[in-house]
């Protein structure tokens, strides 16, 4: 009993337990997010620098001449500090060109030199739009780099100025504003809940129009993305509230970025607790994200299997407001789609299902999934077939004696010793745990099920396992073969073997037979 509790308490640490304790069996795997998490990061970063594309810098001289000298930084600072308006724009001009350059830009240099305030008192010159076009710029380009460099913006007090000019009436310094907040927000929660307290979600939702540029528009999204970035701690509750109506206006946007954009806003808030996933149940947007499950882009699918993959790992009230959009009839195009990482993704959705009640289980049986997570099981990537096992002994967990027996009767068993002879030790102890299940929900037809076992290599797979350097492992291995294998050795000496089982004492052949426990 010490054994079984001890080992309950290892796997607390990846999923919660339902059909043992009484609470919610599901799993937020870190691991997994991390990992996805630094994907995401690569295709579309936390911070963005502002770099001209070629042929697009205003001054020829300064962009033509790979030989030119840079310019003299103290020099810099001195003229951006003319009374003379052309010299001073001329001088944050050149500023910006190197603060823009694509291989380590002097960023530590300009802080060093005492630019940055200078650059700051800029963004107030309501009298020269491009001064503060071109000072926003290099600021955003500074706020891009480490967090010791957007703290440096930041403690030069920039954000409330950026703040200010997103009420500009010029359109190129309200985009660079944004710019710029953007990369401050995307530094991490104490940065993020700063401009929130000064007060930007308001008018930044206010470029959420059709007449905003699609540019414009995509940086937006992308500083929305940021808000709702990070859960230690998670944005404030008021403020997804705030957020969530635009999210729900822009998840039906054409443009693929803004798109991808607003479901990856939804995924960072549905991973930061059941607060937070509630807030986006209750805002009606879970009807509309389901059924891009379907979309023909890789990246929306994924996109979207993750954030009501989160929602799914909340109460089962918060599953099955999920569950009542239908997604469950999406999932055969999911389980067969050619790309594996869909496949997994679909995959541990479905095992945190399969964790839910009798209702939600029999959703699976009914959707006519079982099939293909066993096909899974045994002919997916390794990565897969690790989900899959989840899925599986979370149904031995909270399914029915008739919901386990339908895995049984859909031959689980031979793929399920398969995986025991995988150096995965996790993966190892899912599978004996399923098994160890399904023989004790058995109950008088364990001995047909241990007969599977047999007969598939399986017992002689867990007789090794006793040897397994992993306590848990086992002593797991041990309880198998002590509670449901010994009675049949003795079996065996006496005469009754696997033969006369099949020939009548339960009256089973084969496992495409319906069967029943």
């Known amino acids: 009993m010490a054994d079984?509790?001890?080992?309950?308490?290892?796997r607390l640490k990846h999923f919660?337990?339902?059909?043992?304790?009484?609470?919610?069996?599901?799993?937020?795997?870190?691991?997994?997010v991390?990992?996805?998490r630094k994907s995401r990061r690569d295709e579309h970063l936390l911070k963005r620098r502002n770099v001209p594309q070629d042929g697009l810098c205003e001054d020829p001289e300064a962009d033509g001449d790979g030989g030119a000298q840079t310019p003299c930084l103290h020099a810099l600072v001195r003229e951006a500090s003319s009374g003379d308006p052309a010299v001073q724009l001329r001088a944050v001009q050149a500023a910006r060109k190197l603060l823009s350059n694509d291989h380590n830009p002097p960023i530590d240099d300009f802080i060093r030199s005492g630019l940055l305030p200078v650059l700051v008192r800029c963004l107030e010159r309501d009298d020269s739009p491009s001064l503060q076009f071109e000072a926003a710029w290099a600021l955003t380009n500074i706020a891009s780099g480490t967090p010791e460099q957007t703290r440096a913006v930041v403690e030069a007090d920039a954000a409330p100025l950026f703040l200010r000019l997103l009420r500009s009436p010029q359109h190129s310094v309200c985009e660079q504003a944004v710019w710029a907040l953007g990369n401050i927000i995307g530094d991490g929660p104490q940065c993020r809940d700063y401009v929130i307290r000064l007060g930007v979600v308001k008018p930044l939702l206010s470029f959420v129009s059709p007449s905003t540029p699609i540019t414009f528009l995509r940086n937006v999204t992308w500083v929305i993305v940021n808000l709702c970035r990070h859960k230690h701690?998670?944005?404030?509750?008021?403020?997804?509230?705030?957020?969530?109506?635009?999210?729900?206006?822009?998840?039906?946007?054409?443009?693929?970025?803004?798109?991808?954009?607003?479901?990856?806003?939804?995924?960072?808030?549905?991973?930061?607790g059941s607060e937070q996933t509630q807030v986006v149940i209750d805002s009606g947007v879970v009807p509309h994200?389901?059924?891009?499950?379907?979309?023909?882009?890789?990246?929306?699918?994924?996109?979207?299997?993750?954030?009501?993959g989160h929602i799914v790992t909340g109460t089962d009230e918060q599953t099955?407001?999920?569950?009542?959009?239908?997604?469950?009839?999406?999932?055969?195009a999911l389980l067969m789609h050619p790309t594996e990482k869909l496949n997994k993704e679909a995959m541990w959705f479905l095992s945190n299902i399969t964790a839910g009640n009798h209702r939600q289980v029999q959703a699976v049986i009914d959707a006519d999934l079982v099939p293909m997570m066993i096909h899974l099981l045994d002919k997916g990537d390794l990565g897969t077939q690790k989900e899959a096992a989840w899925a599986i002994s979370n149904l031995t967990i909270s399914g029915r004696k008739d919901q386990v027996a339908c895995l049984v009767q859909h031959n689980v068993i031979p793929p399920l010793c398969n995986l025991l002879t995988l150096r995965d030790i996790q993966v190892v102890q899912i599978v004996l745990d399923g098994l160890g299940n399904i023989l004790k929900m058995a109950e008088e037809e364990a001995e047909t099920v241990a007969n599977l076992i047999e007969e598939c290599g399986g017992l002689e797979k867990i007789e090794l396992l006793q040897n397994h350097e992993n306590e848990d492992i086992y002593k797991l291995a041990y309880e198998i073969t002590d509670q449901f294998f010994c009675r049949a050795d003795v079996d065996e000496e006496a005469g009754v073997g696997p033969g006369a089982i099949q020939a009548g004492m339960f009256g089973f052949s084969s496992p495409t037979e319906p069967f029943q426990f």
């Not at 919660?16 to 997994?32: I, N, P, T, Y």
């Not at 509230?241 to 960072?268: G, R, S, T």
């Not at 099955?320 to 055969?332: E, G, I, K, R, T």
């Open 233 to 272: 701690p998670p944005p404030p509750l008021e403020t997804v509230a705030e957020l969530l109506p635009a999210v729900c206006v822009l998840i039906h946007h054409a443009d693929i970025h803004i798109l991808v954009d607003m479901v990856w806003a939804l995924c960072y808030l549905t991973d930061a």
């Open 16 to 32: 919660k337990h339902k059909g043992r304790d009484l609470e919610a069996l599901r799993r937020q795997r870190s691991e997994v």
């Open 34 to 36: 991390v990992e996805l």
């Open 320 to 332: 099955q407001a999920v569950l009542d959009c239908d997604p469950l009839s999406y999932f055969p």
């Open 289 to 308: 994200l389901v059924p891009l499950l379907s979309h023909e882009e890789d990246q929306v699918q994924m996109a979207v299997l993750r954030a009501v």
């Open 4 to 10: 079984s509790e001890k080992l309950d308490n290892q």
